[in-house]
């Protein structure tokens, strides 16, 4: 891979907080739409959170921010949730998540950040942020406090900034078109068994 | 609050690294990295097995992809549905081979030439200790047994043929002490067996999420290659991130003021014969526990338990002896080279002679039963890699895990058996 750029990458937008060990499987959208393997978008935004507040989907817009605690997005890899969140645009600050989660969320081109500090220490939710993933800067706007959380990678951001896993492998092929031709003749001697 | 993903002057001295840390510095061309740093560590070797191959180039392909980056390190490895037992398998065949011709595959092992991707490159010299590898399957931790640092990477195995490498994040270590030795009856997958189950209960209080399990101590040395495997197939399941053991060069071992994660001791003198319930290798019990369970169907093979070793413990049991009316044992070595061996010895003449099927190398029922399958209300005992409902066909059926020699002794005596007294039967 190249060198990575590590852009800025900042994010303004109301913040949403919920608890710990929001799971995956029922937490982010009801299970029902995994068991009827929705995968429409717009099928799956009313729902967004409905089992923690069922009013929440309707307060969020595009861009807004989830101020999560530990644990999030546990629990079975469904993928509805991430379909719904990364079609909204929002970025998640988090205390934890497991990895395999984090892995999702930056192939569907999120912001997110690992290892942040109790939600409630930041804001409450309805108040406005604006994140500065590159430096982990948060400003509340609403109550003129500044906080600080881990900066996102620069290696992830670049993916990020791309739009997610698939836009970077295109943009990889872009700048190397000798992988949109098939080999021709005998490159090397292969092991073929 | 600093951040802790790229605080260079955080970055800890040469002299408390891990040898996670190591093995990716190494592979990312850097001096040093700090866990929780994401790198682009460069592999020697991409192992992709027959149930992705097709879909990696379909996912590739359609992204305008002709090429990938670096086809001298891929490998495909035909090893999961061996014996083509549908159309689609004897199709899906003629596509690996074309896709590898297309794509110029360094490495293609078609069909009973090298067995199962993650035990013959050990037996044949393909991983070295300090290697590092991505591979599809998560199994791929095998390879920690030789020091080597594996990576199962699921569908995103596509990045790394497309742009060879794959963003990873440095992971933090759990280190286990090793001591003893371990008893008659008692086998490295019992280790692993009172290990996951320990780790998911929480007695030792130890985060395991993507972490590294690494193996230390003076124990070590009491260990074999294919005991070493057993142990690091058996935490794979628990969602651990990869294993290593500490052999190879004591430059790449962590060192010893390392930042570990957590340290826990296992003591192997102590190790009881162990069985998972239906369910994952975590819920593991004293084979006591569930001991005159009735069983039908037993292998023994699968990327855990599949080198010549394993079948030299459990052919001491069947040495002689039939196994019980109304159980099918199955025989599956982890690879070509091992079936091989398994004949020279006489052992493959002990195991069909005691009643048992020798299937080909690779991955067994183990792979959704593609092979060899439990059926619905029946009952399994096996080395397979994991338990959960439907891994060996009939999601209503109830597999059970045990070592080779449980396996062995469970099959004897059509229940499942404390090896030990069939040990004391002489």
């Given at each position: 891979m190249a060198e990575p750029a590590g852009g800025r990458l900042i994010r303004r937008g109301i913040c949403h907080l919920v608890g710990d060990d929001v799971s995956m499987d029922d937490g982010i959208i009801p299970r029902r739409f995994a068991a009827e393997r929705t995968t429409d978008p717009q099928l799956l935004l009313p729902h967004l959170f409905a089992n923690i507040d069922p009013a929440l989907a309707g307060r969020m817009q595009h861009g807004d921010i989830v101020l999560a605690g530990r644990n999030f997005a546990c629990g079975k890899p469904r993928v509805q949730g991430f379909i719904a969140m990364s079609a909204l645009g929002l970025a998640i600050v988090c205390r934890s998540m497991p990895y395999r989660m984090l892995r999702r969320a930056v192939a569907r081109g999120m912001p997110v950040i690992v290892g942040g500090p109790d939600p409630a220490a930041l804001a409450a939710s309805g108040d406005e942020l604006e994140i500065d993933f590159s430096t982990g800067a948060v400003r509340n706007l609403s109550r003129g406090m500044h906080g600080d959380v881990p900066a996102m990678p620069p290696i992830l951001r670049d993916i990020v900034a791309a739009g997610g896993m698939q836009a970077q492998l295109l943009d990889w092929l872009a700048r190397h078109p000798e992988q949109a031709v098939e080999p021709q003749g005998n490159l090397w001697s292969a092991t073929d068994n | 609050m600093t951040s802790t993903h790229d605080s260079r002057a955080l970055r800890p001295q040469?002299?408390?690294?891990t040898a996670v840390q190591k093995l990716l510095a190494r592979a990312a061309g850097l001096d040093h990295v700090t866990v929780g740093e994401v790198v682009y560590p460069e592999p020697q070797l991409v192992i992709i097995h027959d149930g992705f191959v097709e879909a990696a180039y379909r996912e590739l392909s359609a992204l305008g992809f002709r090429a990938i980056r670096h086809p001298e390190r891929a490998m495909f490895v035909t090893d999961h549905e061996v014996a083509y037992a549908s159309p689609q398998a004897i199709s899906r065949g003629a596509a690996i081979r074309d896709i590898a011709r297309r794509w110029r595959v360094g490495h293609r092992y078609d069909v009973g030439r090298g067995g199962h991707g993650h035990l013959f490159p050990l037996e044949n010299g393909m991983v070295q200790p300090g290697m590092f590898l991505f591979a599809y399957d998560m199994h791929c931790t095998t390879f920690g047994a030789a020091g080597a640092l594996a990576l199962g990477v699921g569908p995103e195995i596509t990045t790394v043929l497309a742009t060879g490498s794959l963003w990873t994040q440095v992971p933090a270590t759990i280190r286990v002490e090793l001591s003893g030795g371990l008893p008659p009856g008692s086998h490295a997958r019992d280790v692993g067996f009172v290990l996951t189950h320990g780790l998911a209960s929480g007695r030792w209080g130890a985060e395991f999420d993507s972490r590294v399990i690494e193996f230390g101590g003076a124990g070590v040395a009491a260990l074999d290659l294919a005991a070493r495997v057993a142990l690091c197939n058996s935490v794979t399941e628990l969602g651990i991130g990869a294993v290593l053991f500490e052999v190879g060069p004591p430059a790449l071992h962590s060192d010893p003021a390392a930042d570990f994660a957590a340290r826990l001791s296992l003591d192997l003198d102590g190790i009881e014969p162990q069985v998972a319930l239906p369910g994952g290798p975590e819920r593991a019990v004293p084979v006591?526990?569930?001991?005159?369970?009735?069983?039908q169907h037993a292998f023994i093979g699968s990327?855990?338990?599949?080198?010549y070793e394993d079948f030299v413990a459990a052919a001491a049991l069947l040495r002689g002896r039939q196994i019980a009316d109304g159980v099918r044992m199955f025989i599956v070595p982890g690879s070509v080279a091992t079936a091989q061996r398994l004949a020279d010895a006489g052992l493959a003449q002990t195991f069909m002679a005691a009643g048992a099927v020798m299937l080909p190398a690779g991955c067994g029922p183990c792979a959704g039963g593609l092979m060899a399958p439990l059926g619905a209300g029946e009952v399994s005992i096996s080395t397979a890699a994991t338990n959960h409902a439907g891994r060996m066909g009939a999601p209503e059926g109830q597999p059970y895990l045990g070592s080779p020699q449980t396996v062995a002794a469970s099959a004897l005596r059509g229940c499942i058996t404390d090896p030990r007294e069939l040990c004391a039967d002489g």
């Open positions: - | 040469a002299q408390r690294a006591g526990t569930v001991a005159g369970r009735a069983v990327c855990g338990s599949g080198m």
